[in-house]
């Protein structure tokens, strides 16, 4: 039962992300927390490598690695960060931090804040998504942020190409601290199919739907979800 659940949540988190360009990880984290805790970070990370590589994929003609090195760059340092971090906290802190992590994406999602996408803003965006998505598997925002005013499939492509990057060194930090192991790789398995099932329903459907409506909905999950974390810190 808690497999189908959690194959359910990595579904929806495919679907919104492959529509608008991130949300998997905001989505599923916290959810699949209370579920269990082993599924934050590795799993969803995981998760969202598969989803990353699809939608590369699909959008390959629209991305640039030249406007995406810089954020690469910042994402190295960032990675290491995120790693530390998991070795300093406990699990109920890390549900805490977790939490406030996707309240702080949603209000980003939200803020009328704009950043040109310079190289020092790349750079600091690569290091926030570092820090963010090793250690809580929540890395889109910040990036996301930095890239909100390009066109459409400019945006679904460079988040894509510059997820599978990301998720690649937060795996390889992950498992050099004993984050990712067999244990990890058992829960990921069966969310795979879900995320390709997500994936495909989005490229489908993906013209039929309000791309206002879907993120409105997408937050209001989020904040729900993010709250849900941090009540669960103090229960």
Excluded at 128 to 137: D, I, P
Excluded at 142 to 162: C, G, M, S, Y
Aim: hydrophobic share 55%; charged share 5%; glycine share 8%.
């Amino acid at each position: 039962m808690e497999i189908a659940i959690a194959a359910l949540v990595i579904f929806v988190g495919s679907y919104v992300q492959s529509s608008i360009g991130f949300g998997l990880a905001i989505i599923a984290a916290p959810l699949l927390f209370l579920i269990d805790p082993l599924y934050v970070p590795a799993p969803i990370t995981v998760s969202a490598l598969t989803l990353s590589l699809a939608n590369s994929y699909s959008h390959w003609g629209s991305i640039s690695f030249r406007g995406l090195k810089f954020a690469i760059l910042g994402r190295i340092p960032g990675t290491v960060a995120g790693g530390l971090l998991l070795l300093w906290i406990d699990q109920q802190s890390l549900a805490l931090w977790l939490g406030i992590s996707v309240l702080v994406a949603v209000l980003l999602s939200l803020s009328n804040i704009v950043f040109k996408p310079t190289p020092g803003t790349l750079f600091s965006a690569g290091f926030l998504s570092g820090f963010m998505g090793t250690s809580s598997s929540i890395g889109g925002p910040p990036i996301a942020l930095v890239l909100q005013h390009q066109e459409n499939d400019f945006i679904r492509a460079n988040l894509a190409a510059f997820f599978v990057i990301s998720c690649l060194m937060s795996l390889l930090m992950l498992g050099s601290i004993d984050k990712f192991g067999m244990q990890q790789i058992r829960l990921s398995l069966p969310l795979m199919p879900a995320t390709l099932v997500g994936y495909w329903l989005a490229m489908k459907t993906m013209h039929r739907i309000s791309h206002q409506n879907l993120r409105r909905f997408s937050l209001l999950l989020c904040a729900m979800a993010g709250i849900a974390a941090i009540g669960s810190y103090w229960l």
